[in-house]
């Protein structure tokens, strides 16, 4: 097994529309706004940047992303990394059951380039597994404070 790989997944039901929630993920370079582990958002084209996150561990990941997949009608948001982390994720955007709003899945596939984090991989594994749900965690409250603001902010 190598210990740097990893792949999550989290799904979230959020009491909004889901084209509000697709606007609100399609702009990247807005998540340090909301996303208080989304520490720098460059764009360095029309669809690649670079990214800059740091959660509760003392330690910033830099990833270079491109724009894989961009499907407002599937709902469908997909970006390659590269750099410290390397491989993909993925937003799906779609209704959510009965009057939940929007079921919001978050997908994830990579391994992890940083040296530190290769070196510390078997023994810290747990640790950086608990430091991406409370990324994530922080995530979801920043998204759903975003969404409550309105549209006005949304621009």
Do not use: I
């Not at 990247?28 to 561990?57: A, I, K, M, N």
């Not at 596939?109 to 594994?125: I, S």
């Amino acid at each position: 097994m190598d210990w740097s790989h990893y792949r999550f997944r989290s799904t979230w039901q959020l009491r909004a529309e889901p084209d509000a929630v697709y606007r609100v993920l399609e702009r990247p370079d807005t998540y340090p706004e909301w996303w208080p582990q989304v520490r720098e958002v460059r764009q360095t084209g029309e669809t690649t940047g670079v990214l800059r996150f740091r959660s509760v561990l003392p330690y910033d990941l830099t990833v270079n992303a491109r724009s894989t997949r961009r499907d407002p009608r599937d709902g469908v948001l997909e970006v390659a990394l590269t750099g410290d982390l390397e491989g993909w994720v993925r937003w799906t955007v779609s209704p959510g059951a009965g009057d939940r709003g929007t079921r919001l899945l978050f997908e994830q596939e990579v391994v992890v380039r940083k040296t530190l984090m290769r070196v510390l991989a078997l023994p810290c594994r747990p640790l950086f597994r608990v430091n991406h749900l409370l990324m994530m965690r922080a995530g979801r409250v920043g998204l759903l404070a975003r969404l409550a603001a309105g549209p006005g902010d949304l621009v």
